[in-house]
């Protein structure tokens, strides 16, 4: 029992990271992206690759994996650009869906609907970090999370967070305002495939195994889900969301009643939470947290983490 | 075989394929027309049309042998699912995008996807996940033409999405309804304005959408059986194809539609594209296009007041 | 020479020729107005001239520098911002955000030499270019007397603020020459009154203005300069006596309106 609740908490850090790239594509910058998934799959299949053929180090793999998915993510971005949101709804589900046809049929490299094995366990400092044992990669696989959520969620209070909202809010303006709403747009497409692929290189080296079924589209419509349930645009709303829907999702199996409930539950819950989300509540049960630009400038000491993680550091050497 | 005929042959598939996708086209940009969003939820549509279709087909038919009444017992049977797919498509509508209209773009979007998730879970958790066989009502042997052989499925493809095309053009074009609708999907404030009656007009393109979307799906089981996730890809495919020839316009949807199913034949025949990236045309197909012409072969480019 | 000139501007919609051969010029530091009955063309005009859209033939000059065809946030940069006819703002982001959008290429700049250190300097704290953005944004929203509403929604304000604030944006990215499209529309005698005071106060600045208006009363009190488009052609230009007594403009305009 305890174990599968801590693979529920793994499997919802891995989703929470997916969470954290879609809702920079979708919650910050208004555009309705369907390729969770595929930017996933790349990262899994990065580091596969590269560990199971190459032998390079796990920890080199998360950064290349995170690469080749933005890399992806601007190939999708680019085309897309001129696409208002129902054609790129589509456009994007359609790469997804090449990406995983693609690593399908590239039997040379993918080894085809087999799979790849044998991804070997990450080891740091000398420890193995035992996917079994699932405490230390509980760790790990938070550890991310947390990274993630505090980079994006400088990155929205930031210059380029505000574009990226501007263009959400009304691109003609944006233009007009001297931003590019072009590049801005690729660029939000490749953080939220940079961060996917991290995901996929973490969530590869938790099964040791990947193949192709793992990444299929309903993948892309859990990530949406988790983003709008928690509140588009609101980085620690959708950590919860992602919570809320791993926790929906595997309730029947919680409470030992999984013979009981048919395996289509989760996904109608899915369907409705969408429907009824958009009807009753569209702006997710957090909603969006405005910043507090006066706040930020006058208390900044106390407000940036990072800045406070560098005193205590200084302190330490002090003494 | 000569390679005229073979020509020929790839042809007629291309274009019984491309027929199955156009019939699913128009009900994509019907409603892209009025109200300027994807009904994601149509390829589901499609798949509740066969079931039923194949259900009432096989309560109806008993041991009827081939022969005229057992080919009026199917059409009754698509009739009757027809209006079955007509009257879910509105309630759809009703239910999960009519509260939207004045929300977000996306919102809509997001209710379609949840909606095409409810449906097609729904049918895995009642009738199962395993795939149905839709009998033909006919002997489908085929007949030769020459080298050319064709399928009495294939004529009946042919025939009735070509009558359907035709009936719903003459519709749009002739009558006051259509009018209506046209004039709806051109503005719908000052439609309502001129008294025209929006909702009905809206209610009336989801259903003969999801109509022609239950005629399709019918046609589709009959080789290809039932199961709860046949419409995905098949709705997806005539999305790209009504985007193609110019979403919103209903000419393009049909051109849109034959030209992809001609595309996916050749492809594979002559191209020699591997059968398993056959899927990947359809959406190499759309991206392309969406970078040459963003507004498909017959659709006006929209611009964005400013 | 003009701030701004176009050259035999042409813009086409398939049949209809909305701008036609207009040559037409804004002088530095004056106050312009363009006017024209509805449908005459005046903001497809201010739309080719700002990279919202492309002309179809002619050019358009700006400090005697071609900018025909560039991109919009290429000729915002160069010094040219806008206001829209139906207003567009960012409506749920706060009314200071909105305008801290104004000061997004101005900051932008100042990042050419180190830009990634000094990223990854602003990232880490609020200083430097933040702070910088966040103060010069509060001071235009004092000019225009708005900072007591900067945390609120910009959908929340009162009509004529909206139109304030949308003004306060566009100033906020520091142009030479400002658009505005239609900014009394809907206004009350009040608001038109201020927003007069506003615009005279925006070019003590030194910035040159460029109106569409259809008040009357508005365009003839401040601006020095009019050019009156008809059907997509200009059929007169001169200061605001010269077009009231002009026979064409008359017969056009404001013999059907007063």
């Known amino acids: 029992m305890l174990s599968f609740l801590l693979l529920i908490l793994i499997y919802t850090g891995l989703y929470a990271i997916l969470a954290l790239g879609q809702n920079i594509i979708t919650g910050v910058t208004g555009m309705l992206s369907l390729c969770q998934a595929g930017f996933f799959a790349i990262g899994a299949y990065v580091t596969a690759i590269l560990t199971v053929s190459y032998g390079v180090s796990f920890w080199l793999t998360i950064p290349l994996a995170g690469l080749f998915a933005a890399a992806a993510g601007a190939l999708v971005g680019l085309p897309t650009l001129r696409l208002k949101g129902d054609y790129l709804a589509i456009a994007t589900l359609g790469f997804g869906e090449i990406i995983r046809n693609v690593i399908l049929n590239w039997d040379s490299l993918t080894r085809g609907p087999m799979g790849i094995n044998g991804i070997p366990m990450p080891t740091i400092f000398g420890m193995t970090i035992n996917p079994y044992k699932k405490w230390g990669f509980l760790l790990l696989v938070w550890v991310f999370v947390t990274i993630f959520y505090l980079l994006l969620k400088r990155l929205t209070r930031s210059r380029m967070g505000r574009a990226l909202e501007a263009i959400k809010e009304d691109e003609i303006a944006a233009y007009a305002m001297g931003i590019n709403t072009t590049r801005y747009k690729v660029w939000a497409f490749m953080v939220g495939a940079f961060v996917a692929g991290c995901a996929g290189s973490l969530q590869a080296a938790f099964t040791l195994s990947v193949t192709p079924n793992t990444y299929t589209f309903m993948v892309s419509v859990m990530v949406l889900c988790m983003v709008v349930l928690g509140g588009m645009g609101n980085h620690i709303a959708v950590i919860f969301g992602a919570l809320i829907i791993q926790l929906a999702a595997e309730f029947p199996r919680l409470l030992g009643i999984s013979s009981t409930v048919p395996p289509q539950f989760k996904q109608i819950v899915f369907g409705l939470i969408l429907v009824l989300m958009m009807i009753y509540r569209p702006q997710g049960i957090l909603g969006r947290k405005r910043v507090n630009y006066d706040q930020l400038t006058g208390t900044l000491e106390q407000e940036s983490l990072l800045l406070r993680v560098r005193r205590i550091i200084r302190i330490g050497v002090k003494r | ?235 997806l495919k005539a999305f790209v194809a009504a985007v193609v020839g110019g979403i919103g316009n209903i000419t393009g949807a049909m051109i849109g539609g034959i030209l992809l199913g001609l595309l996916e034949t050749f492809g594979v025949a002559v191209l020699g594209i591997p059968q398993g990236l056959k899927d990947t045309i359809a959406f190499g197909v759309l991206i392309l296009i969406l970078l040459v012409k963003p507004e498909g072969l017959l659709g006006k480019a929209e611009r964005e007041k400013v | 020479m003009s701030l701004l000139y176009t050259t035999q501007l042409t813009r086409a919609f398939g049949g209809v020729i909305a701008v036609s051969d207009v040559d037409f010029a804004v002088e530095k530091h004056s106050i312009t107005g363009l006017i024209g009955p509805n449908g005459a063309g005046k903001t497809t005009l201010f739309n080719n001239i700002t990279g919202m859209d492309v002309p179809t033939s002619g050019k358009v000059f700006f400090k005697d520098e071609e900018i025909t065809g560039m991109p919009a946030h290429s000729i915002s940069r160069l010094g040219i911002a806008r206001t829209f006819q139906n207003i567009r703002l960012f409506k749920e982001m706060s009314v200071l955000e909105n305008v801290m959008i104004g000061r997004h290429f101005k900051t932008g700049k100042s990042m050419t030499s180190g830009r990634l250190l000094n990223a990854v300097r602003s990232y880490i704290s609020m200083k430097g270019e933040e702070k910088a953005i966040y103060d010069t944004s509060r001071e235009w929203l004092e000019f225009f007397n708005l900072d007591k509403f900067r945390n609120e929604s910009a959908r929340n304000l009162p009509y004529g603020s909206q139109r304030e604030l949308e003004i306060a944006r566009a100033m906020a990215t520091e142009p030479e020459l400002l658009f505005l499209d239609e900014p009394a529309a809907g206004m009350n005698p009040q608001e038109t009154d201020r927003l007069m005071a506003t615009i005279r106060r925006i070019r003590e600045q030194g910035v040159t203005v460029l109106l569409i208006e259809h008040d009357m009363k508005l365009v003839m009190n401040i601006c020095e300069q009019i050019t009156v488009l008809n059907y997509g052609k200009k059929i007169a230009s001169g200061n605001p006596l010269e077009i009231r007594e002009n026979p064409l403009v008359i017969e056009a305009y404001l013999g059907k309106e007063e």
């Open chain 2, 1 to 235: 075989m000569g390679s005229i005929s073979e020509f020929f042959q790839h042809f007629l598939n291309g274009l019984t394929l491309g027929g199955i996708y156009a019939l699913i086209a128009l009900g994509y940009t019907m409603v892209y027309g009025i109200l300027k969003f994807i009904n994601f939820a149509h390829g589901e549509i499609l798949m509740i049309g066969a079931y039923s279709g194949l259900f009432l087909f096989d309560y109806f038919r008993g041991d009827l042998p081939y022969g005229p009444l057992l080919m009026i017992v199917f059409f009754v049977a698509m009739l009757i699912s027809m209006v079955i797919s007509a009257v879910l498509g509105m309630s759809i509508e009703k239910i999960a995008y009519k509260p939207l209209r004045k929300a977000t773009r996306l919102a809509p979007l997001l209710s379609a996807i949840g909606v095409s998730f409810i449906l097609s879970n729904l049918a895995a958790f009642f009738w199962g996940t395993k795939s149905r066989k839709f009998d033909y009502p006919f002997d489908n042997t085929a007949y030769k033409i020459g080298d050319v052989a064709i399928t009495p499925h294939q004529i009946l493809i042919l025939v009735v999405s070509f009558l359907m095309m035709v009936a719903l053009k003459l519709y749009i074009d002739r009558t006051r309804m259509g009018k209506a609708m046209r004039a709806t999907s051109l503005d719908q404030d000052v439609a309502a304005l001129m008294g025209i009656n929006v909702n009905q007009v809206i209610s009336l393109t989801f259903a003969i959408g999801s109509a022609l979307a239950a005629t399709a799906g019918i046609l589709i089981a009959l080789d290809f059986k039932v199961y709860p996730t046949m419409g995905a890809m098949a709705g």
